[in-house]
């Protein structure tokens, strides 16, 4: 079948009630995470995690992505109305957004963002459609040395995504290490179990997920102060003159996002960044950047939109996630015992093709979400973070326990998430450590095979050409904070 | 040197003696059989690469400048304690008034809530919480 043929089957599995409904809670779930504070995607996807728990894996996926790329949608209010950034990819809508409020045009703000992200993610998505079967058709030749270096590649890209790549490399081995603990499925040895017999099934996935992304974001945020005062929303619709300023950014965002959400180690932040410096750069008169510019809204917005489909198709093709939500997402699909990687597209086809679908769907969904209802939402924004904190905690516990009934796992929640505050505090990346435990076991049955083909000569890892490649990847990922200050002084210079 | 910066270098002199503790442990296990590695050699790999790194952190860190903020630590380690005080409760009393117990503490206690509100949302977030797990999904609830 081909592309299109796939694409039409997924449409019709997408718009099933029950998948329809999936993407609906989804992409609202996404909308309020962007703006609720203290808690994001990842914390949000975490705390579902155990609800999904045996239920169908294609409509777990399309609820996942949903609240993935709804966020992008939601973060952009907090930016324009108060302004302080619901997620990090909105920082630099903040800049603008926020100075359009204080002139009276919050609305027109967000009304641009919004039909910017809508055609951001519309294309960004048709971008994944048609890149991601080629790139994944592409590495079904690989073999146990070309899966090692994708793991290695996943984890230092995801590292490399970070305040600090050394911190993000720290927290990636710590989630290998992790993964060692329980039966070594190999030979049977049981595996720093310290003779706890609990120990035996080793640390789950759910536990450390959300000890990480729900108790240890919580607890860091649980110090946010009151709500702050919120601009009034009013026409949404912006006028004819916004649009013209507005229209050329939007597609000059939206490629600069797809292309940079494609590359690993690098994410919706560093997108909208380089789209608002790309406006900036080509603007007739820069000085109008940071007054208010309807352009410094509508291209990063683009460009966050775009990175977040631009970041499925490493994730869906090869396995190797983009950002931290796309990581939680990789997870989940083994949870649901998926394998992911480049078998995704002929073993699951149906899975992947029902949530491509979903994602045109879901951005229609937002875009009719954020027009009419943006008032709406930014109502979300008074309510105070102490009451929003306990019921995550509870819900925390609850689903911990009901991953395995065990009370044990409550007390490595506790554990965990007391590692993920200080993680959290001090600006440690989390989530290389939730991807160190999902691919080690994959990483060490890649690595025994490798070694047996070659009888144990690691030559095998670089004298085949795209595993040398991948490795060659990794290590620009690991490298590049030493040598990208040789180039910055003549970036600047530019 | 304040707290703020001492805990950055409490977290990464954890991830350090962990790594050292896997070495350890690790050497004890088998580490090669015929042509590929046994139980033993990853996590010695790892215990070695995290110990390393995270140490590399400790040297960063105590060459830096301490430029940390000295926001408060006291309400987070209150909410930390009181969610492990809830966990250590759940065998004891059970999911229900733990849970209740902890939320109750939180509004009213740390949020200085009024005890009424906080007692009502308390209340029927944990009635929810129940209801979804016990009598939705079956889930044998402490």
Redesign the interface.
């Known amino acids: 079948m081909s592309e299109l043929g796939h694409l039409l089957a997924g449409f019709s599995a997408a718009l099933t009630l029950k998948h329809l409904t999936m993407c609906f809670l989804g992409v609202l779930m996404g909308q309020m995470v962007g703006v609720l504070p203290g808690i994001g995607p990842a914390a949000a996807i975490a705390l579902l995690l155990p ?1 999904t728990f045996g239920a169908d894996p294609t409509s777990a996926i399309i609820l996942f992505a949903g609240i993935y790329y709804g966020s992008q949608y939601g973060g952009t209010l907090t930016s324009v109305l108060v302004s302080v950034p619901g997620e990090s990819s909105t920082v630099m809508t903040t800049v603008d957004g926020y100075q359009m409020a204080l002139q009276g045009r919050a609305g027109p703000a967000l009304g641009i963002a919004a039909i910017g992200s809508f055609i951001a993610g519309t294309l960004g998505t048709l971008g994944l459609t048609l890149l991601a079967p080629p790139l994944a058709q592409a590495a079904l030749a690989f073999g146990p040395p070309e899966y090692f270096a994708l793991v290695v590649l996943g984890l230092t890209a995801l590292a490399a995504v970070g305040s ?1 790549v ?2 993000g ?2 927290a990636g ?2 989630g ?2 992790i993964g ?1 603990i329980g039966i ?1 499925p ?2 049977g ?1 049981a ?2 179990t310290f003779d706890q017999t609990w120990l035996l099934d080793g640390v789950e996935f759910i536990v450390l997920t959300v000890a990480l992304f729900g ?1 240890g974001e ?3 945020s ?2 946010l102060g009151a709500a702050r005062p919120v601009a009034d929303v009013k026409n949404v619709l912006p006028t004819r003159e916004d649009w013209r300023a507005s229209r050329l950014p939007i597609l000059r965002g939206t490629g600069v996002g797809f292309v940079i959400g494609v590359l690993p180690a690098t994410g919706a932040t560093i997108a909208s960044f380089l789209a608002y410096i790309l406006e900036k750069k080509v603007a007739k008169d820069p000085s109008r950047f940071g007054k208010g510019a309807i352009e410094g809204v509508a291209a990063p917005e683009s460009a966050n939109n775009a990175a977040a489909a631009g970041a499925m198709v490493p994730m869906l093709s090869l396995g190797v996630p983009g950002s931290g939500t796309t990581a939680i997402i990789l997870g989940a699909l083994i949870m649901f015992g998926i394998r992911p990687g480049p078998e995704l597209f002929t073993k699951n086809a149906d899975l992947v093709w029902a949530v491509i679908a979903s994602m045109y769907i879901g951005n229609v969904l937002l875009l009719v979400m954020n027009l009419p209802l943006a008032g709406l939402f930014a109502r979300l924004l008074k309510i105070p973070y ?2 929003l ?3 995550i ?3 925390c ?2 689903g911990v ?2 991953q395995s ?1 065990s ?1 044990q796992d ?2 490595l ?2 554990g965990f ?3 993920g ?3 959290k ?2 600006d ?1 990346s989390m989530a290389p450590m939730i991807l160190g435990l999902v691919l080690g076991p994959l ?2 049955s890649a ?3 490798s ?2 083909l ?3 000569s690691p030559a095998i890892f670089v004298t085949r050409p795209i595993s040398a490649v991948l490795l060659a990847l990794a290590l620009i990922a690991v490298t590049a904070p030493l040598w990208t200050p040789v180039f910055a002084p003549r970036a600047k210079a530019i | 040197m304040r707290f703020a910066f001492r805990g950055e270098l409490v977290l990464a002199l954890f991830f350090t003696l962990i790594g050292a503790l896997w070495m350890f442990r690790a050497l004890r296990m088998p580490l090669w059989d015929g042509f590929a590695p046994d139980s033993g050699f990853l996590p010695l790999v790892y215990g070695v690469l995290l110990a390393a790194l995270a140490a590399a952190v400790l040297v960063q860190l105590a060459l830096a400048k301490d430029s940390s903020n000295a926001e408060t630590i006291r309400k987070p380690l209150i909410v930390m304690g009181a969610l492990i005080a809830a966990v250590a409760a759940l065998p004891i009393v059970g999911f229900v008034i733990s849970v209740f117990a902890l939320l109750v503490f939180l509004y009213a206690g740390v949020e200085r809530l009024r005890l009424l509100p906080s007692a009502i949302a308390a209340a029927a977030i944990t009635g929810s919480l129940y209801l979804v797990f016990k009598a939705w999904l079956g889930v044998p609830l402490p």
């Open positions: 609800l600090s050394l911190k490399l720290v081995v710590a290998l290490l060692t070594d190999q030979n040895i595996r720093f108790v919580v607890v860091a649980c110090a102490r009451w904190y306990p019921p905690l509870a819900l516990i609850a326990f009901s009934n009370v409550c007390w929640l506790a998430g007391l590692l505050w200080l993680m505090r001090y440690w990483f060490e690595l025994r095979q070694l047996t070659s009888h144990a």
